[in-house]
């Protein structure tokens, strides 16, 4: 590789919302790179030999260094390349921006998933409960806001981006109300402010087949019962 | 408050391994600071209002702003106050860095912890097998190295105090053995030579009440058998 040339590959799959953060902070800070489209039920020996520990997507290699866990790898871009900051600079305020993300990651990801993957009814019930509170606290600090990164949007609206996009296909596979604009009228202007910015716009995957993906997924699971 | 003065507080209890790596941090970078002991039977208003969403220790107080979370915590102290650096300067070492207290905080706590303290017999025995592949990652990724940091300690390290203190002690209760010197001999070297530093020394909490502690709970759930 010629010197000053960058290597940049992003090893994921469409329509995982955690290469979807990754891809977001790429097209904010104008990075080239190269997306290597992996198939999960066979995966290829770079991403086992670069994510060894949890053979997951996405995996980032810049100049052959690899790294997991999209956080991880949003947090790095934006150590790496300097123009359109990411993180706020304030200590205090990159400790919220962590501290939202990881709750993103804690208490929504997990409760919204199995609010509809899941088999159990009083399980379902329960996650649906602690979605409600989770997304709560998020319409709370939210405030006025246009983004959680203020004028411009940072680490907890790209962490959030599972919010906007994947939530509401969820619920409606499932004919749930999870997120929506009457329970959660600023997160919900938000998911739209932040879905139609030129940059999530562009690297949001398409809705249908996700959908369908979704919903067959959603289909075997009921019919299993 | 005097302009210049530092105000800084961290709500804990005394045995958390959480709070511990708190005050690690705080006492590697020379930080004094007020110890506000928690009683988790009776929470204190300021402990409910500085970390409402979670409502746990450790939450740390600098000049009246709150941030709960501990790796949160000391990644603020490290930008906070600069002397004796707790992450790397270099961004992809920074990343790993975060991976690997990230993976301790998912991929070892919960396996150690259920391992003990959990009733069903195949669940502890899957909870085992998880501990033990995860500290495998670890003993790998130490290399030959002193630390997970290098020659000096560092955020890995912090993260890692749970295995060098509290899992010996779990693993003793529950007639386990899961982080031994045959089984990990690298891993189990750095815990001695971490645990021997003097400002980690320091900051460990008493063994013998902590023992106590978690033989009455073990005890009490093996009773309900």
């Known amino acids: 590789m010629a010197a000053g040339q960058e290597d940049v590959k992003l090893l994921g799959v469409v329509g995982s919302p955690f290469v979807c953060r990754v891809q977001i902070a790429l ?17 290829s020996d770079l991403l086992l030999k670069s994510n060894p520990v949890h053979k997951k997507v996405p995996v980032f290699i810049h100049n052959e260094k690899p790294i997991a866990e999209s956080l991880v790898i949003v947090e790095y871009i934006d150590e790496t390349w300097k123009n359109n900051p990411i993180l706020p600079s304030e200590p205090y305020h990159r400790a919220l921006a962590r501290f939202w993300s990881k709750f993103i990651d804690d208490k929504v990801f997990g409760a919204a998933w199995k609010s509809v993957f899941t088999l159990d009814e009083k399980e379902r019930e329960k996650n649906v409960e602690e979605s409600l509170e989770a997304l709560q606290f ?4 939210l405030k006025d806001n246009k983004f959680f990164g203020g004028e411009e949007f940072g680490l907890v609206d790209i962490a959030a981006i599972f919010i906007a996009f994947w939530i509401p296909i969820f619920q409606e596979i499932a004919g749930l109300q999870i997120f929506t604009s009457e ?9 739209q402010e932040f879905m139609s910015h030129p940059v999530v716009k562009e690297v949001l995957p398409p809705r249908d087949p996700l959908f369908c993906l979704l919903q067959a997924r959603y289909e075997s699971l009921s019919a299993s019962k």
Chains 1, 2 share one sequence.
């Open 138 to 141: 998020l319409e709370n600090e």
């Open 183 to 191: 329970k959660f009228p600023k997160l919900y202007k938000w998911s």
């Open 27 to 43: 097209k904010l800070k104008g990075i080239e790179y190269k997306f290597v489209e992996e198939n999960l039920a066979n995966k």
